[in-house]
Structures are given as structure tokens and as C-alpha cells.
């Protein structure tokens, strides 16, 4: 890659590389970005590079690597007080643990980044995070855990179309049924 180019111009070809599905080069592109950041002192861009090449890193397999990034990121995004990209980092590292079936780690990231994405007001970034945990506990057969989180899931979101107002009441239901009628 042109060492030539910004980091701006670095993070938008990374970004095209990523969605051509060049995972490797894209990888390599977002290193040289968030360098170029952390040399700019941008560490919002320098975090948001961070999240990308560790979502790379999971999705290639590199677990370890991938936490190290990610949490990195976490960090940078606490410490200039961006609770939104944080949140997502967070998401990301919620995905990465249900992976390896490190499931309460998962729940731990997961309800964090609904916390965050809920004081940022992102009711609908906070649904899919929700609706994430609820599909990790239906996977492990908790029933109850997934039925509350899915309920949770659809009060957050800001609107519901009819077949989700459905699927909230029989989830209320079950959930009625499930924990004794309380």
C-alpha cells in the first residue's frame, strides 16, 4: 500500500477492501491507518481501526489476537468518552466470546454494550445486542434467559411492526408461563 496516502484515504480503501471481501489486505491496509492515527494522536480513528482489524482477526480465526485488539479499542474509546463505538467494541467482543463458548464473558460484554448503547440512546444498535445474548442463551438451552433477553430486545426498539408486537406478547406469555405466573 502507498505509505503516501492519509490515514483517512487508508481507512476508506480498507473499508472497500473489507466489503470485496479482501480480508487480508484489507487487514494489512488497517494496520498502516491506525498507526498513522495513533502518530496523529486520533485515537478515536485509531480505535475504530483497531475494532476492524479485530474483527478481522476473529472472523480469521486468530481468537487471542482479536480480544487484545478489541479490548485495546474498548479502552481508547473509554478514555476519550465515545460510550457508542465502545458499545459496538464491546458487541464485537460479546460475538467473539459466544464463539469460543466462553458464554459468560459473552453475557458480561454483551449487557454492557446494551447498557452503553441504552445512555447513548441508540435504542435500535441496543435491540441487536440484546437480540444477540438472547440467541447465545437459546443456543445453550436457557430458555428462560433467552426468552427475557429477547423481550428486552423488542421493548428497546423505538418501533414495533404487528408480527413484532405478536411475538412480544407471546414472549410475555411464555415468559409468565416459565417463571410460575409471577
Given at each position: 500500500m502507498?505509505?503516501?496516502?492519509?490515514?483517512?484515504?487508508?481507512?476508506?480503501?480498507?473499508?472497500?477492501?473489507f466489503q470485496q471481501g479482501k480480508r487480508r489486505e484489507a487487514l494489512a491496509v488497517f494496520e498502516q491507518a491506525a498507526e498513522q492515527f495513533a502518530v496523529q494522536e486520533d485515537m478515536g480513528n485509531q480505535a475504530e481501526m483497531l475494532n476492524n482489524i479485530g474483527v478481522i482477526q476473529r472472523?480469521?480465526?486468530?481468537s487471542e489476537t482479536a480480544v487484545a485488539t478489541l479490548t485495546q479499542a474498548a479502552a481508547l474509546f473509554n478514555?476519550?468518552?465515545?460510550?457508542?463505538?465502545?458499545?459496538?467494541?464491546?458487541g464485537n467482543l460479546g460475538d467473539l466470546y459466544a464463539s469460543q463458548k466462553k458464554y459468560t464473558d459473552a453475557a458480561r460484554h454483551y449487557s454492557n454494550a446494551a447498557?452503553?448503547?441504552?445512555?447513548?440512546?441508540?435504542?435500535?444498535?441496543?435491540?441487536?445486542?440484546l437480540r444477540?445474548?438472547?440467541?447465545?442463551?437459546?443456543?445453550?438451552?436457557?430458555?428462560?434467559?433467552?426468552i427475557m433477553r429477547m423481550e428486552e430486545s423488542l421493548q428497546a426498539r423505538p418501533r414495533l411492526?404487528?408480527?413484532?408486537?405478536l411475538f412480544k406478547w407471546l414472549l410475555r406469555f411464555a415468559n409468565r408461563l416459565l417463571s410460575g405466573g409471577q
Open positions: 502507498n505509505s503516501s496516502l492519509s490515514p483517512q484515504d487508508l481507512k476508506d480503501e480498507g473499508m472497500r477492501l472472523v480469521q480465526g486468530e478514555q476519550i468518552g465515545d460510550a457508542s463505538r465502545q458499545a459496538q467494541t464491546l447498557a452503553q448503547f441504552a445512555q447513548s440512546n441508540e435504542k435500535e444498535k441496543q435491540a441487536q445486542v444477540a445474548l438472547s440467541l447465545m442463551e437459546l443456543r445453550r438451552g436457557q430458555w428462560l434467559a433467552a411492526s404487528i408480527p413484532q408486537r
